[in-house]
């Protein structure tokens, strides 16, 4: 049982490394971080948590502690792709690069689809709706469709090292 739960470790670690969350990104391969898109850095509410398949329970991104009118800023250099409601709330998506998306919600968007932002420009206001209906600030990322943890992105998060089991 200790081998299989060693050689399933071996295994999540190598997927990890040739993930494309690792080689995707020009940023994240340079090493460059993105900022925190509120100031402060709101506290980490509920964390990411992949799901088992594409359509299985999960948290497909990080909640930041925040409050309704709190600034949102791009993490990034970015393109808005999309600024509007999603089901029961404002949504923003801004694409970093040809495979890196970034979603907040619930925003209101202050800037026009289609608009280039940089690092640490203004781009809404935390809003109204969703699971986090004004207290906090929902951070989703996706790699080529796929989400990952936002935290991989975030600057001041050190990386995780996976040491042997004994």
Known sequence: ???????????????????????????????????????????????????ASPYAAGHRGLDLAASPGQAVVAPAAATVQFAGIVVDRPVVTLRVDDHVLLSF???????????????????????????????????GVRIDGDYVSPLLFFAGIPPAVLLPFE
């Open 1 to 51: 049982m200790l081998t299989a739960k060693i050689a399933a470790a071996a295994v999540l670690a190598a997927a990890l490394a040739l993930s494309p969350a690792r080689a995707a990104s020009s940023e994240a391969g340079s090493g460059a971080r993105w900022r925190w898109p509120t100031v402060p850095p709101g506290a980490v509410v509920q964390a990411f948590v992949a799901p």
């Open 105 to 139: 919600e619930p925003v209101a968007s202050e800037v026009p689809v289609g608009a280039t932002v940089e690092a640490g420009q203004r781009v809404g206001a935390v809003a109204r709706g969703g699971h986090c209906d004004g207290s906090c600030l929902h951070v």
